[in-house]
């Protein structure tokens, strides 16, 4: 589970993406050079995949331990490997 400052920091990035694809739209729009455009869509997504493994890392944290200590260890790494699985693509 997300603590309320692990949230924050979140949102703060996710705001910050936000702007980041406003900015790409911009770039669309008035034309800009589709290079500089695929560098600003790669940030962006970098950006996501770090925000993804800031969660990933709380939930590991959190609710895989947790789930290990119920005795529920197997069925919380098939979650996160199939979790992984996706994220990899």
Request: with cysteine.
């Amino acid at each position: 589970m997300l603590t309320e400052a692990e949230k924050e920091v979140l949102r703060v990035r996710l705001r910050r993406i936000g702007g980041q694809i406003n900015g790409i739209e911009k770039m669309l729009d008035e034309g800009r050079y589709c290079v500089d455009i695929l560098q600003q869509v790669t940030a962006a997504r970098a950006a996501l995949n770090k925000v993804a493994l800031l969660i990933l890392e709380s939930h590991a944290k959190s609710c895989l331990v947790a789930a290990v200590q119920q005795d529920r260890a197997n069925e919380a790494i098939d979650e996160l490997m199939d979790f992984l699985d996706k994220f990899t693509r």
